[in-house]
């Protein structure tokens, strides 16, 4: 069955210029110099070292155990040497973290314990995928990077009915996910089957947005050799892809607001990189040690799909994509509307970054912030049915508490108000602060 969706709340539409690097078919990245992996690769507790300088390790080898039922164990993506274990600059969490520094000795050796666990989804137990979710260090890499054996695993009172795999991939100029369901269909709808199977969900929905039609043919192709899977086409519009968003235009239910999680209204959401990642697992026995990556935009020679290796700094990848055209701007980690703005490039890709952007100088200018005009237009495009204008104002003036009332928590920190704001506030940066001081004061009074 396929359904068209065109209805959404709020969003934007936004130039998506993924016409860059949607023809560009993923190739290998290659062999970096070093390896950064950070121990806090996911949301949870990071991981715990089991290598110490001058171990030699091989592919898929565990180096990291999982600390706690929040976490997975780091797999090494090569063979080589480790050469350190030190506080590198995490991008994603702006902060030091913890990394192990893996130098590759050029072999790509795999470690022998690597194996098959089933050659199809009948020679495996729904716990036995869910243990190797986990044995394999899977997180979800649509960006959350929530361990996926977790997520496997809803409360007994939350009954599942229904699985959306997520291929809308709505940030502008990424096709990391476009390119993977066009080149790897049939293991991408093999994953989602194990990811089913793991839960116990009968109803399956593949959801893309209609700027990928090759995509939707191949997904369509793939989908028809199982029961019980749907597929849903959604209009092109910002933020399609957050699972909020999407439970609502495809199944027409409300997430609860925070700490409200999908499962509170029956539905689990993953994302197709996550379900090829199990399908490899499953199949090749190799754990989540690389995925796609997307390097853009307008400042860099040859915008490409990668298969990187998790830990490949950016200034790889920017080489490999033919390296800057022109002079940068601004090169971010993930796509415009959510990625964050890099200061070096020595930081590398994790396990939810799907892409690196590279805006030329024209592009990043920056504009000079005016006061806000009260249009209202934020109001508008806010897809959580926020009002932006308010919670930032009180952020800026550092009143957290009335920022709270105005719901600050909900903000999903989408970019749209941001994005629409004629007087070029940065609400988000502002809401983003209310929104941490607010966790922390929450935590303290849960201390005291
Ligand atoms: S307030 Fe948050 S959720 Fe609403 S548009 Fe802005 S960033 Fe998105
Ligand atoms: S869009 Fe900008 S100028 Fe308009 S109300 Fe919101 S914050 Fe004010």
Not at 155 to 161: A, M, T, Y
Not at 198 to 223: F, H, S, T, W, Y
Not at 313 to 322: F, N, Q, R, W
Request: glycine letters at 10%; one cysteine or more; aromatic letters at 4%.
């Amino acid at each position: 069955m396929i359904t068209i969706i065109k209805k959404m709340i709020g969003g934007v539409s936004v130039p998506d210029k993924k016409e860059l690097s949607e023809s560009s078919p993923i190739e290998f990245a290659g062999l970096p110099g070093e390896l950064i992996l950070f121990l806090s690769q996911h949301i949870g507790a990071p991981s715990v070292p089991l290598v110490k300088p001058k171990d030699t390790v091989k592919r898929g080898q565990v180096i990291a155990e999982p600390c706690g039922f929040v976490s997975v164990p780091l797999h090494a993506p090569t063979s080589g040497v480790i050469k350190a274990i030190e506080p590198r600059y995490h991008p994603g969490q702006a902060r030091m973290c913890e990394a192990i520094i893996l130098e590759p000795d050029g072999k790509h050796e795999p470690a022998e314990e690597l194996s098959p666990a089933a050659s199809d989804l009948d020679g495996i137990s729904p716990d036995e995928i869910r243990e190797l979710a986990r044995q394999a260090g899977i997180v979800g890499l649509g960006g959350a990077a929530f361990p996926t054996s977790v997520k496997l695993a809803p409360p007994e009172d939350k009954p599942i009915d229904t699985y959306l795999l997520n291929g809308s991939e709505c940030e502008p100029y990424l096709t990391a996910d476009h390119r993977l369901m066009l080149e790897q269909a049939d293991k991408v709808m093999f994953g989602f089957k194990g990811l089913m199977k793991a839960a116990g969900v009968r109803r399956g929905i593949v959801c893309i947005e209609d700027n990928k039609p090759d995509a939707i043919e191949a997904m369509k192709q793939a989908l028809s050799a199982y029961d019980g899977l749907e597929l849903a086409v959604l209009s092109t519009r910002y933020p399609r892809g957050g699972e909020k968003q999407l439970i609502q235009a495809v199944l027409g239910r409300e997430v609860p607001p925070p700490p409200g999680l999908p499962y509170d209204v029956g539905v689990l959401v993953s994302n197709v990189g996550t379900a090829y990642a199990l399908a490899d697992a499953v199949l090749t026995g190799v754990p989540l040690v690389e995925r796609v990556v997307t390097v853009t935009g307008e400042g860099v020679a040859k915008p490409s799909n990668f298969r990187t290796l998790i830990g490949t700094p950016v200034s790889y990848l920017i080489e490999k994509a033919g390296g800057f055209k022109g002079t940068p701007g601004k090169v971010i980690l993930g796509g415009p509307m959510m990625g964050c703005s890099l200061r070096s490039l020595d930081v590398p890709v994790f396990k939810g970054a799907s892409g690196i952007l590279v805006l030329t100088k024209e592009q990043a200018v920056e504009e000079p912030i005016l006061p806000c005009v009260k249009c209202g237009k934020c109001v508008d495009v806010c897809p959580m049915g926020l009002q932006p204008l308010w919670i930032s104002a009180y952020a800026e003036r550092e009143l957290m508490e009335e920022a709270e009332t105005f719901r600050a928590m909900d903000c999903i920190e989408c970019g749209c108000c941001a994005y629409i704001c004629p007087a070029k506030r940065p609400l988000v940066q502002w809401i983003k602060m209310a929104k941490a001081d607010i966790s922390s004061r929450r935590s303290a009074q849960k201390k005291s």
